[in-house]
């Protein structure tokens, strides 16, 4: 079949929830993929900050053939080696305490507000709690998920979502602080935040606002779904501030490619809050996903993916500061480590025409926000890869010039 036989094929059969980009992509290798016509593109997308360790990792692919052999799925109702091998990992990793598994990033937040109302009834009795989150987050597309995003234009359509949310702004002390009641059971916000358009925190924030919670018994939940994971030089972007959450959930590349989420607890929230017939899940925590997850930590620590990002994501910020300072209509640039933003500004140009233009010269970058070009490549980048994206970039930025 050809590509527009393969995309008349989609429109006819699979429900239209997302404007996809004309291109059918059928494999990749490293950092790149091709599409059906084999034609290539460098991938600086990742499946949105998904595939950290690049396409076919020999390593990785073998661990999942291993697995499927073993066992897929099982239930809940029993235990598996898998998910207690990669618990183990990710609590150790993480520093906290004990590790819930879901089968996406949006599941693992659902499971933490369950997790934060449950702690606030175990502590006084009452089910009239609220949350403060942040305006222009993003954490996902279910009703509680929608209900502690901070973007009206998500949220309309489904009204009435779940009560009991507060927003504040990011980045801003006192916003948050002008918010919380006796009722405020918890914080919630991504220490970098991604779909709002590569913000990271300041560190006055993250410290003020543990100091907050810390006083008031309030939980303090960080959404590290994109930003961790090695994303932005630590593994979890939280350890760049030494502020740590009571909750956190994390997903994306935690099985970079395989859907799986988790939230992680401390020992405090994990006593006083849910307990056996709480919550649950049937394929959260299978075999075969957390056999992902688990090798993932493997390569992480074996080929030191972390130290790696910090030892390129120097040269990507320099390469892309290059192009603020020779193309008017990008205004800056904003990020930590390999989450990295260009702001564009000018009449005549848009984020989505240089995306569909970048497309055509063979690169893929993604949006964030409304006028953001945004960078999230694979964790394994070289400078030779960063080179590429520059030339391929820079033939698409030069017609809005």
Aim: with cysteine; aromatic share 10%.
């Amino acid at each position: 079949m050809t590509t527009n036989e393969y995309i008349e094929q989609a429109e006819q059969y699979i429900l239209h929830t997302y404007n996809r980009f004309q291109i059918v992509l059928e494999n990749g290798d490293g950092v790149h993929l091709y599409d059906a016509d084999q034609k290539e593109y460098l991938d600086f997308a990742a499946g949105i900050a998904v595939f950290a360790l690049g396409y076919n990792h020999p390593g990785y692919n073998n661990a999942l053939k291993n697995q499927i052999d073993k066992i897929i799925h099982t239930s809940n109702l029993y235990y598996n080696i898998p998910s207690i091998e990669a618990a183990k990992k990710l609590v150790e990793a993480s520093g906290m305490d004990k590790a819930f598994f879901t089968n996406s990033g949006t599941e693992a937040i659902e499971g933490a507000i369950k997790v934060a109302r449950k702690y606030a009834f175990t502590r006084d009795g009452h089910t009239d709690h609220e949350m403060i989150a942040m305006n222009h987050s993003f954490h996902g597309r279910s009703l509680g998920a929608l209900s502690i995003t901070g973007n009206p234009h998500y949220q309309e359509a489904f009204q009435p979502l779940i009560g009991g949310v507060k927003f504040a702004d990011f980045n801003d002390l006192e916003s948050v602080k002008a918010q919380i009641t006796d009722k405020t059971c918890a914080i919630i916000f991504e220490p970098v935040q991604g779909e709002g358009g590569i913000y990271p925190a300041t560190q006055e924030f993250m410290t003020g606002i543990r100091q907050i919670c810390d006083e008031k018994d309030i939980l303090l939940i960080f959404d590290e779904i994109q930003c961790g994971m090695g994303r932005t030089g630590e593994l979890f972007s939280w350890m760049h501030y030494g502020v740590k959450p009571d909750v956190m959930t994390c997903a994306k590349a935690l099985g970079c490619g395989v859907p799986v989420g988790a939230f992680v607890l401390n020992e405090k929230t994990a006593k006083a809050s849910l307990v056996a017939g709480d919550h649950g899940t049937t394929y959260g925590g299978n075999p075969f996903a957390c056999a992902a997850v688990s090798k993932v930590f493997d390569i992480y620590k074996e080929e030191k993916i972390v130290e790696h990002v910090q030892e390129i994501a120097p040269y990507l910020e320099r390469r892309l500061d290059e192009l603020v300072s020779k193309y008017s209509f990008i205004k800056c640039r904003r990020g930590k480590g390999l989450m990295q933003g260009l702001e564009i500004e000018g009449d005549g140009v848009t984020v989505g025409q240089i995306v569909n233009t970048a497309i055509e010269n063979g690169l893929l970058i993604i949006s964030a926000g409304s006028n953001v070009l945004r960078f999230v490549p694979p964790l394994v980048i070289t400078k030779g890869d960063i080179d590429e994206m520059m030339t391929k970039l820079e033939r698409s930025l030069k017609k809005y010039e």
